[in-house]
């Protein structure tokens, strides 16, 4: 496997660690125009590739029948925090279908958001499944199966919304996928090569030039991302700050162990980032490069300085290092 150096660590003057990893960018034929690294390294997206998932909530037609709007859509798409915004919006979905959160099978998890873990804390209160990160993907997941007829356990790869994941991200990437892993929130992450997944994200790129179901679906649900930045992360969230940054349409989604991707629409292009190690320093620091090289991110923008250039600072405040782009990556 050839991985290419990405990010850089730099302690004072001394170069103190590199994250490698693969990187690629496609035109809207799928075909790459830069790649670094192995394009065809086998991976899995993990949340990265949410919108994928979501497109047989719309293509379906249980969106429509559920009344979904925005929000819920890029709720659907979401990692989100856990903040009020999220899980309200997440338990009125719900509601609205007569469920609660049991109809779930993401599993509990605190939130990352200060106010609502600190709530749970000082009432003694445990964490339930709409405060996963990953509630909004599984409402999505509980609205197509209600609107299928299928069973409850819609996490099973067998189960009817499964095999509609499937094919809708075989479709997308072009590319039979040649397995799975079971993600954090407990449902089948279907793995493809970098490549196939930069594909897929030019394809939802070039959605809007395109008139079938599922390139309209896929129009629906970047606008959404694009309108609802803060529902698909949150305060803080490089997502977040990120999309506010570029405020033009582009839309970028993180996945575990450093897998980052970007749709471009107006650039007609799709990104797709893992770094090797794991680290999500290094991808937040990779794809915001690759934006600047792209000329969607304003180098000089202070979240562009922020992921480009970060500090690293010592326990009392004191700036010991920086996080930095390999050079050359910003073009």
Known sequence: MTVAPLTEIWRGPFLESVHAGHAVICDGSGQIINAWGDPDIVMLPRSSCKMIQALPLITSGSADAAGLGSEHLALACASHIGAAIHTDRVAAWLAGLGLDEAALRCGPQMPDDRDA????????????????????????????????????????????????????????????????????????????????LARA??????AADRSDGASQAAVRLV???????????????????????MGNGAVVKTGAEAVYIAILPAQRIGIAVKIADGATRASQCTIAALLVRLGVLDPAHPEAMRLLDAPILSRNGIEAGRIRAVPGLTG
Not at 131 to 143: D, I, L
Not at 201 to 206: G, I, L
Not at 223 to 245: D, K
Request: glycine share 12%; hydrophobic share 35%.
């Open 117 to 196: 873990r600190s709530g749970l804390i000082r009432s003694e209160t445990a964490p339930c499944q709409i405060h996963n990160n990953c509630s909004g993907k599984h409402a999505g997941f509980v609205t197509l199966s209600r609107h299928l007829g299928a069973g409850p356990e819609y996490n099973d790869p067998a189960h009817p919304v499964q095999r509609a994941c499937l094919a809708a991200f075989e479709e997308v990437t072009g590319q039979t996928s040649p397995g799975f892993g079971i993600d954090g929130c407990s449902a089948p992450n279907f793995a493809t090569s970098l490549h196939g």
């Open 201 to 206: 994200m030019a394809w939802f790129a070039t």
């Open 223 to 245: 606008s959404a991302m694009a309108a609802h930045p803060e529902l698909v992360a949150g305060e803080g969230r490089a997502c977040t700050r990120l999309m506010r940054a």
